[in-house]
């Protein structure tokens, strides 16, 4: 797998789904993204998931997976995450 290609979709695709509405977000927990991009030539398998990093707090993890189907990436696909804050009307 091209990393700095498989990196720049996940970064991509990170960037668009961190501007999402917070409930958009909050049906990643149950429902997770799954699509197929084809850049240079190869088809990459692209997967996004939600989860609380801490309930109590609040806050989501969001990650993205990238592989090109093939057997090592798809046991070791490359990732990203980052965090959302929920907004909470009592802060």
């Keep these: 797998m091209n990393r ?5 979709i996940a970064e991509e695709t ?15 927990f149950d429902n997770a993204e799954h699509e197929f991009i084809n ?18 707090n609040k806050i989501i993890r969001v990650i993205v ?14 990732s990203r995450s980052d965090l959302y804050y929920e907004k909470n009307k009592n802060r």
């Design 14 to 28: 990170l960037s668009t789904v961190m501007k999402k509405s917070q409930q958009e977000i909050k049906d990643l």
């Design 65 to 78: 997976t990238v592989d090109d189907q093939k057997f090592w990436s798809t046991l070791m696909p490359l």
């Design 4 to 8: 700095r290609v498989a990196s720049e």
């Design 39 to 56: 850049k240079y030539g190869t088809e990459y398998q692209v997967r996004v998931s939600a989860f609380y990093d801490d309930r109590e």
